[in-house]
Structures are given as structure tokens and as C-alpha cells.
């Protein structure tokens, strides 16, 4: 009995790490000799913790991307491999994947840092005035100081100036914004307030699948009900009314259905809604009477022609006051995305249209009590809804940078689409926007057979698979979510353009070889 | 009984905005005729939110400061008030309070965040390769990359050989820290893994009373049960053996208690905890099972004579191996404390000793989700813990700085203490360490007579007419806790010597005039 015990803990483990759900009995008793390293006597063991940390999945930073950390020291100790290098596609990380930041802000943030820069010659005027801005309203003139829970007020003024401006003058108080760690953290705030109850009457959130496993994690934590609504695949990922009106009116049965997510431009997906989605999901929100969430993070990642951004909000306002002063709306923004991609700063925001006030003064409370998002982060934001002007000196290399890697970003969308759809067994929609493409995959009946044998995921049997042997990292569709017996995976689009070409050129190798191997 | 629901929402508002717990009625139906703004149907209100938010409170942040927040742009507007500045002591913001940050550090970050920078021959040799060290360690060699979620491999690294140095060379394996957003993040983290269970079953968590309250807001938050100890404010703060029996035992009637939390040095005490009651409280955690958190963010503010840092690692070590080979243990420290102040960067770290290790990698996949702490926070940790040495062109100018900021605060502690002292009815132990001075204050009976007829605390009471006289903002006790009938505020050792002391001279005056007015 001792020995069975032991042997499920190490079924746990093994979960954890290696994301195959049912190990083989054998393979997980042989590792059993090492079991000194389970004491049987913790106050703190996989069987007392909090069981929804437990059921928290994230498949972006998951058993793919763990191994992958493997092998690249695998490679750097000297082992053999079929490849040279591990090329990940596995995070919108547009840094470590050799994009540049924008000299003004990182000029801006130095003289942040140590204002003794300020006397120096080396830096534009523009810069310098930026940087003395936001230090003036830092506490004693420093980043180090806290500033107010919900971000600096100058801030919070120049994010709903931009607000104003990207949406054509409808108007943004300062006071409905509130600057993040990130849009992750803005997230899982708002989700924090709105969920409660319990069995029938617990909060179910709607989120599209496929998804941003951010939600489905942070649902999972609060101990919320996940309720999936499918995009349409064959039509480009959109949106469609009646599969929304399906999935709220299953969730009724068995939950109750209070908020309604989606994600634009599209993660993992690359799909931008049309103007009229947007009016009917906003449309359908009212309706119901859900809270709608829009993560807008990739607003200025559009690529295709004839695609354009629509805001949420100003979509919510030109459908005129009885959906502008009613339906409740927040939307989230990050410095990690668009042509910044300064995913380490955890800069973002947030803007919340029509919530009650009560609600706003429990927001604030409930920020509160982490005192603040990193200073540096809320800096940096400043500088994206602050950015240079026409006239000013740093406008010209800023407008020069920005631009660069925008058409960058659309060139590699293009290759991407064109490249996996010469791949026979591969289909994939246009990347229109964001950074990722999520291609469907066939998968012979046999790699199904095996994976599933492995207690894997096919298409996690399928990524890992190809890791091994290729080096690429991408992640498989099943960690976002997808149509049963529809298999899929996620890969950026932002490793350089010859890397990126060796990552397809790999991919198709990979699929064909895997195809003709289980066939 | 519309106007009854309208009633009760008002209440709400007035309660989250006031901190009055009982408004009189004639005040709430005053302001009842703006009415219009309480809609009647939000999806999100006051009573569909998550209770548990709504259980929160936080007092460092909490309706005294937005009041003092509001009496500073009455200043600014010209209105008339007793004073012509309001003074705050409320919250341990080293850089708002004038404190200057470390040269060092700052440059460090300048490099960092525009490495131009390094070709340039204004910045010391070393702050040039701590600055490439790190950015080495940085995907894309850039600080807008995401890092590893549980921090940049070196900067742990760093902090484990720093934390050895520390004990005196008790061992510290980097695989056990973990980089935070602050301390707060990391105990919030911590105490998410650590609860579960409902009703008899569900986790207590004690924490001494009186708490810093991120405690019992994240306690709140997560629906915990918070277990009080009272600290012996007539030892000076110390923990009493009796009391954690006590506590523990009243506990386990009610609930399943499972952790024990301790700050050393105490915040809002700011006690140093000796050796032998560090020891006795690691023997409890052994004999009693429950996994101890040790926050130890002012490790280096201890100010009074006889006085030491003991780290709860070192004692346990030092224990012999039945105890350092199963108390589970965590300790939190931060880069917002010390001499550095450095909050708004809210970087931190957290060491994890005897975690079971399928817990731990439930820890790392918990803390992936929210992709990684704001890099440049990391970056000053690990400046922190791996500063200038002796013969490195900053040595000198870094340990003058550093001294002179703690020799400062060592004066104002003793300052503090001995001004507040020769007020008659307020009683102040020493400030030993942390920031922060918790002193007894009488209240006369009429007052307390009169905030419980406003529904106020007494020394919320106090506080809310010392700032509205005097501009002092001061935190009442009763937002950390305190034995019953006693009252207390807790005022930080920050403000510059000149205001300190005209601080503690109108706080002086003050009391005596608000004795005099209620006697």
C-alpha cells in the first residue's frame, strides 16, 4: 500500500514534467528507486495543496518548452544531435528573437534610471523632456518610489489621450484607466472580481477556443467555469453569432454565464474580427447581459489587406447610448506587443467602460494591496501612448524604427501562410494580424494510435517529436484548445527572416517525414 | 424598497470611501439624490462580485491616504488648511521620503536599458560588466525580453551565493529561488499554493497581530482562515512560545491550521527577533507541522544596540539535520527596503528549503502563467546581491552611500523613539529595526465614545483628525490589529531629520490638545 502510494506520487510527478498524462506503470516503477526524495511527511504535498493550482495548465511555458531548455544544455555540454540549434517558436518574445527596441524609449528609460544623464549632451531634447515628465510625477523624482495603485496620473492622462486619438475622439476618462503588470495581470484582476458562487450558480467566463491559456489558467485558479465558444476555422478563424448563442445557452444548464472574453487581433490564431463581428458580439453582450473583456494587446500587429483594427470601444460607442452607456467592457494593452514587443518590462493597461462605482472602488482597493505595477513598466507604457511627433527630433528615427519592424512582422506573416501551405497535410489561414500562425495538421491514424498509447496528446506527441529531432520549438494546438479530432499547432512568426525560412523549410521536412513514417 | 436597495448600495460606497463602517443614516440619504449613477442593471456590482475581494482590507493604502491624497489637491487649489503640507508617514516609500538611490545601481540600470551606453566613457568599469553580465543572461541580450518565470538563471545565482555569504556558508542550491514582483508577490504566491479546504478543514494561516496587512487581504483574498498571535508589546514585541500554543490550540478547533507567518525585523513593530525565540519558533514549526514563512525584508535595517539579523535559514541549519532536513521553510526578501528603497521597481526574491518536489514544479508551473517578474526589477536584485567588492572602482563610493543611509535611519529611529516617548499617553518601544515606529496611544473615553458613535475605529478616529489638522498621515492601528482596548498607529522613520522632527512636534502637540478637548 506504502509502495502504491509512492508509485502515484511519482505518476505525479512525471505528469508534471513531462506532460504525458498516462505514463506507462513500467517506466514510472523503475524511477521509483529514487524514492528518497518523497517524503512522507510534508506539511505541504501534491495531496494537500490547493487542488485548483493543481488543474492550472499552460501550455506556452509548458513540457515542450521545459525539454527544449533540456536539449539547448544538452548542446551546449557537447551531445549530438540531428540539428546545431534549438529555434524557438514557442513565445511571442519578439526580443529574444533579435527584434530591436525603439531607441527613444530605451533612451527615455536610461535617463529615467540614473537622471544624472540629463546634463549629458549624448540625448535628443525630446527624450530628455519625456524622461523629466515622468520623473517629476514619481515620488522624490525617483522610479524607485511606489506610485499609486492604479499607475501615475500623468500616465493614466497621456493612455486616455491615445484612446482618444486611435479612436477617433470618443472620449476616455482618465480615472476608468488603470496601468498593469502586463495584460496578464489586468486579466486576471478583472477575473478576480467577477467570479463567484458555487455549483450552478459559479461564474462561467466564455473564452474562444482556440485560446490564450492565460484564461483557461486563470479560471482554473479562481475555481471558475470555463465555457468554450469555437471559431470558425474554414472561415478564417471569425467569430459566428449562432456558435456564441450555442455555448451560452449550454453553459445556462450548469453554470451561470457572466462574462464574455475574446482575444483581437487573434491568439493563437492571427485572425482580425471585422467591424460588423465586433458589433454583433457587443450586440449579443447587451443582449445577454455579460461583461465583455477584449484583449486588444496586438492592436497595432495588423498585416493583411483590407483588415483594419476596431476597438471594442469605439465600436461600443458608434452603436450609439443604449449600448455606450450600458454594456460593461474593459480592454487590455501591453508594451509587450505591436512594434515595442518589450514583453520584460510588464508594462499594460487597462480601461474599464461603465462599471458600477462600488465595483471601481473595490478595484482600487484590491490594487491596492499590491501596491503598484514596476515603475519602469508604467514608464515605458508612457512613452507608447506618448510617442515622438512630427517635429519633435527623435520623430523621424522613431517613425523610421517602428515602421521597420511592422513591415518586418508583415513580410514574415505572408512567408509563414505561403510557406506551411505547400505542405501537403498542412492548411493554414492568413496570419492577419498578431504574431502566430496555427496551422492545421493531419496526423496519420497511427501517430494517433501511438501518441495516445504514450497518454499523449497527438499533436503534443507530434511537437515533441519534431523538437527532437529538428530543434524547433512550437507548441501543440491541444494547449490553446481545439475541435476534437482536429489537430493543430502555434508558431510564431517572429524568428529572423532566415531563420525563420529554415524553420519552415525544417517543418515541411518534419511533416513529411512524420506522415510517410506512421502511414 | 427601490430606495432601500439604493440605500444599501450607498452605504457600500460611502463605507469602501470613508472607512466608517456605520454611516448615519441622514448623511447616506442626503447624498442619495445622485442616485442616477447606481445602475440598477450591471452585470458587475457591489453583489454579484466575488466576496471575497469585498472581505479585503488594506490599511497602508487605505481611506486615510486617499483622504490625504485629496487634501493635497485642496492645497494645491488654493484651499485653506491649518497647515501647507501634508506630511506622510504612512507608508515605507524610502524615495518619496527624499532617501537617494545607490549610484551604482542606477547606472547599472542606465547601461541595461540603452547599452549605447557601454561604449561610453562616463560609466565605471564595473557597473559596465555587472550591466553585461546581465544582459548577457537576457533573451535577445535585452531587457524587453521575457526571462525564465522563475527569474534570469545568474541573478539566482547571484542571490544564492549571496544568501551563503549571508549564513555564513550554510548552502544554498539557485534551483531554490525564485525571483518575485517584491516580497508581496512572493508570499501571495506562496499562500496560494499553501490553502485549500472548507469548513473545519480549510487552511488557517497564522500571522502575528500586529500584521503588515498584505497578510490578511491575501488571506481574505483567498479565503483562508486567519489565525492571530499577538506579539508582547510589554517585550517589546517579542514572539511568546505561550501564545503560539494558545493561538494554535483555539485554532485547531475551528479550522486546520498549517502555516505559521513571522516578520523579522517586525513590521509595524519594528522588533528584531532574537536567536533563541527564532530557535523556539523553528521547534514549534517542527513539532507542531506547519510550514513557516519567514518575510525578512529588513534584514538590514536593525538600528539598536545588542541587536543582530538572524536569518530563520541560518537557525535552522544550525539545528542539525532534523531540522533542516524537514521544516519546510520559505523566506521573502526585496529590493524595496535596506538602504536600497528601491519599491518601485518591486523586485524581490523568495528561497524555498524542503518543498516536496512535486510541489515545486506545481510552483514553477504556477508562476509561468504570469511569464516572468518586470526584468529590470531582477536586474536590480541582482545588483543588490552581487555589489561592488572591495578594489572595484565603485567599492567606495557604494559602501559610503550605503552606510550613510543606514546610519541615518539609525538616528531617526532613535529620534523617533525618544520624542514620541516624552508625550505624555503614548508609549513607543524602541525601534530595534525594520522602518517603522508602532507606539500605544490613550485615548480618553470620550473619543472612543465618539468614534464608535461615527462608527470608526478609535484610532482611525484619531488619525483622520490628526490629518485633517495637522497634515500628518499616520496609519491607525487598528489596520494591523492590536490586543482589544488598545490603541496604536504606526508612523514610518522615513520623512528627512528636519521633518521627521517637526512631524513628531506636531504629532506631540496634537495628542495633548486632542487629550485635552476629550478629557
Redesign the interface.
Known amino acids: 500500500q506504502h509502495s502504491e502510494s509512492i508509485y502515484k506520487?511519482c505518476i505525479?510527478?512525471y505528469r508534471?514534467?513531462s506532460g504525458v498524462s498516462e505514463p506507462p506503470r513500467g517506466l514510472v516503477q523503475e524511477k521509483m528507486t529514487d524514492n528518497a526524495?518523497?517524503?512522507q511527511?510534508?506539511?505541504?504535498?501534491?495531496d494537500?495543496?490547493?487542488?485548483?493550482?493543481?488543474n492550472?495548465?499552460?501550455a506556452?511555458?509548458?513540457p515542450i518548452v521545459q525539454r527544449a531548455?533540456q536539449i539547448e544544455k544538452e548542446l551546449r555540454e557537447g551531445m549530438k544531435k540531428p540539428f546545431t540549434e534549438v529555434i524557438k517558436a514557442n513565445?511571442g518574445?519578439?526580443?529574444?528573437?533579435?527584434?530591436q527596441?525603439i531607441t527613444f524609449f530605451?533612451?527615455v528609460?536610461?535617463?529615467c534610471?540614473?537622471p544624472e544623464?540629463l546634463k549629458?549632451n549624448?540625448f535628443p531634447e525630446d527624450a530628455k523632456s519625456r524622461a523629466r515628465r515622468i520623473l517629476q510625477a514619481?515620488?522624490?523624482s525617483?522610479?524607485?518610489?511606489?506610485?499609486?495603485?492604479q499607475g501615475i496620473d500623468c500616465v493614466r492622462q497621456d493612455v486616455a489621450r491615445y484612446i482618444e486619438r486611435r479612436d477617433g475622439g470618443v472620449p476616455c476618462d482618465p480615472d476608468n484607466v488603470y496601468l498593469t503588470?502586463?495584460a496578464?495581470?489586468g486579466i486576471?484582476t478583472m477575473l478576480?472580481?467577477?467570479?463567484?458562487g458555487e455549483g450552478a450558480s459559479k461564474t462561467g467566463v466564455m473564452i474562444s477556443i482556440p485560446q490564450y491559456?492565460?484564461y483557461s489558467?486563470?479560471l482554473a485558479?479562481l475555481g471558475a467555469v470555463q465555457v468554450n465558444y469555437y471559431l470558425n476555422e474554414e472561415k478564417c478563424w471569425s467569430m459566428d453569432l449562432s456558435e456564441l448563442e450555442r455555448s451560452l445557452a449550454e453553459a445556462r444548464k450548469h453554470c451561470n454565464p457572466?462574462?464574455l472574453c475574446i482575444i483581437n487581433p487573434g491568439n493563437p490564431t492571427g485572425q482580425v474580427q471585422s467591424r460588423q463581428c465586433i458589433e454583433d458580439v457587443i450586440r449579443f453582450a447587451a443582449k445577454e447581459?455579460?461583461?465583455l473583456m477584449a484583449d486588444e494587446v496586438y492592436q497595432d500587429n495588423v498585416y493583411a489587406e483590407g483588415c483594419q483594427f476596431h476597438s471594442f470601444k469605439k465600436v461600443l460607442f458608434e452603436l450609439g447610448p443604449q449600448y455606450s452607456n450600458?454594456v460593461?467592457l474593459v480592454s487590455f494593452h501591453s508594451t509587450s506587443k505591436c512594434y515595442?514587443?518589450?514583453?520584460?518590462?510588464?508594462g499594460g493597461y487597462m480601461e474599464v467602460i461603465?462599471?458600477?462605482?462600488?465595483?471601481k472602488?473595490?478595484l482600487i482597493?484590491?490594487v491596492?494591496?499590491?501596491?503598484?505595477?514596476?515603475?519602469?513598466?508604467q514608464a515605458l507604457m508612457d512613452m507608447v501612448v506618448n510617442s515622438p511627433q512630427p517635429g519633435e527630433p527623435s520623430y523621424t528615427t522613431f517613425m523610421k524604427e517602428r515602421t521597420a519592424t511592422l513591415s518586418l512582422l508583415a513580410e514574415k506573416a505572408k512567408l509563414t501562410e505561403e510557406m506551411l501551405n505547400t505542405v501537403p497535410g498542412i492548411t493554414c489561414n492568413p496570419v492577419q494580424g498578431a504574431m502566430y500562425s496555427f496551422p492545421n495538421i493531419s496526423l496519420p491514424q497511427k501517430a494517433i494510435k501511438e501518441a495516445k498509447a504514450l497518454g499523449q496528446a497527438p499533436d503534443m506527441f507530434y511537437c515533441m517529436k519534431m523538437l527532437e529531432e529538428t530543434g524547433i520549438c512550437l507548441v501543440p494546438g491541444s494547449g490553446f484548445g481545439q475541435k476534437d479530432g482536429t489537430y493543430h499547432f502555434r508558431m510564431t512568426i517572429l524568428p529572423p527572416t532566415d531563420k525563420l525560412k529554415l524553420l519552415l523549410a525544417k517543418v515541411k521536412e518534419f511533416h513529411q517525414k512524420f506522415t510517410r513514417q506512421y502511414s
Open positions: 506520487r505525479c510527478v508534471a514534467l526524495v518523497f517524503s511527511n510534508k506539511v505541504l504535498t501534491i494537500t495543496m490547493n487542488p485548483n493550482v493543481k492550472v495548465e499552460y506556452v511555458r509548458g531548455v513565445i518574445d519578439a526580443h529574444a528573437m533579435g527584434q527596441p530605451r533612451q528609460l536610461a535617463l534610471s540614473y544623464l549629458d549624448m514619481c515620488g522624490g525617483s522610479l524607485g518610489a511606489y506610485s499609486a495603485s503588470s502586463g496578464s495581470d486576471v478576480k472580481l467577477l467570479v463567484c491559456p492565460l489558467a486563470a485558479e457572466k462574462v447581459h455579460l461583461f450600458t460593461e515595442m514587443g518589450e514583453c520584460g518590462f510588464r461603465n462599471m458600477d462605482p462600488e465595483v472602488a473595490q482597493k484590491l491596492s494591496v499590491r501596491l503598484c505595477p514596476a515603475v519602469p513598466g
